[in-house]
């Protein structure tokens, strides 16, 4: 990692993947560090560590300008605010205004596969239009666009295999996985890097993996059974009800399905190894490392 003598600024930063950034920064020896969150009192072990922790939170604007200041590259971390409708949206464009404001130089975001704008407001819509904000922008930017974390299918395919089924409308398409780690070490780079100008990357895993497969693969470190069973949307959505996850979260996996099926996650890019140095961990690499996870209840 490039070791920077210019402030670098990691919003988010008591989110997992805000704090694993700052982490990784730390362990660089790459800064200074700033790091803004809702809640200082959190990063009470940074600050003791040389990193300036400041209060900031995307739906005060007004306290941005001060949050901001000084940083020469800012790692914009999308917020976790999914609902109400429309919420992310206000404090992403919060953000990148008050990065303009405060004259930082370069941002990177840490936006999704393939955004496109929906008629009603939604996580895709969200990231869109971010990356729009920041296309009008005067700034330069880097835009990271992850994909799905890895990390997620431990809850999904640990509830599967008390079922024997892994039921999703993801059909038959590829989905190329990436751990949250890879996308912390991907940012870090990315932040400390001195890398200038207007770029669009793509944060993958190594290969694209079919749910059968995943099914396949949960099911041999395993030894229990587990088998796709690949479902239209509509029937897809009566299972999420049924189990009464709330409705924003309902859409936001059907999306991502949908998506998904449509081979928006059929991606293969180089971005971890050519920011990092080191390529991406596979899903299988992830599984077997955490497979305790797997069967536990
Ligand atoms: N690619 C994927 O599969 C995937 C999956 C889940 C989430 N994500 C996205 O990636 C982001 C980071 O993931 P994570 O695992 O670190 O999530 P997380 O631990 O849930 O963290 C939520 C993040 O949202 C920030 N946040 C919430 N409200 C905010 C506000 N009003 N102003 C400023 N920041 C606010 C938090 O910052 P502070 O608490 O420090 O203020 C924190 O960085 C998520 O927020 C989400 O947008 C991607």
């Not at 869109?128 to 880097?142: G, H, I, K, V």
């Not at 996996?253 to 059929?266: D, I, K, R, S, T």
Request: hydrophobic content about 45%; glycine content about 6%.
């Amino acid at each position: 990692m490039a070791n920077s003598n210019k402030p670098l600024l990691v919003t988010g930063a008591a989110g997992n993947l805000g704090r694993r950034v700052v982490e990784l920064l730390l362990e660089a020896k790459a800064g200074p560090i700033i790091a803004t969150t809702r809640s200082p009192e959190k990063l009470a072990d940074f600050a003791k560590r040389g990193v300036e922790v400041r209060k900031a939170d995307f739906n005060d604007p007004n306290s941005l300008k001060t949050a901001f200041a000084g940083a020469e590259r800012l790692l914009l971390i999308s917020t976790g605010d999914l609902f109400p409708e429309g919420a992310r949206l206000r404090q992403h464009r919060a953000a990148v205004q008050a990065a303009v404001d405060a004259k930082v130089k370069h941002v990177i975001y840490t936006s999704a596969p393939s955004p496109y704008p929906t008629p009603a407001g939604s996580l895709i819509n969200d990231h869109f239009w971010t990356e729009q904000a920041l296309f009008a922008s005067p700034l330069e930017w880097t835009i990271l666009r992850h994909h799905l974390y890895t990390e997620f299918l431990l809850g999904t395919l640990s509830t599967a295999l008390k079922f024997g089924q892994l039921t999703n409308s993801i059909g038959k398409a590829g989905v190329n996985y990436v751990t949250r780690e890879d996308c912390a070490r991907a940012d870090a780079a990315a932040l400390a890097s001195s890398w200038s100008g207007r770029r669009v990357l793509d944060v993958t895993g190594p290969a694209p993996i079919t749910q059968a497969e995943l099914a396949k693969l949960a099911s041999n470190l395993t030894g229990k059974p587990l088998l796709h069973v690949s479902v239209a949307r509509a029937d897809h959505a009566k299972l999420l009800e049924a189990a009464k996850l709330p409705p924003f979260l309902i859409d936001a996996l059907l999306n991502f399905n949908e998506q998904g099926a449509h081979g928006y996650h059929y991606v293969a890019a180089p971005t971890v190894q050519a920011l990092t140095g080191k390529g991406p961990t596979s899903v299988q690499e992830f599984l077997t490392a955490n497979k305790a996870a797997l069967t536990a209840s």
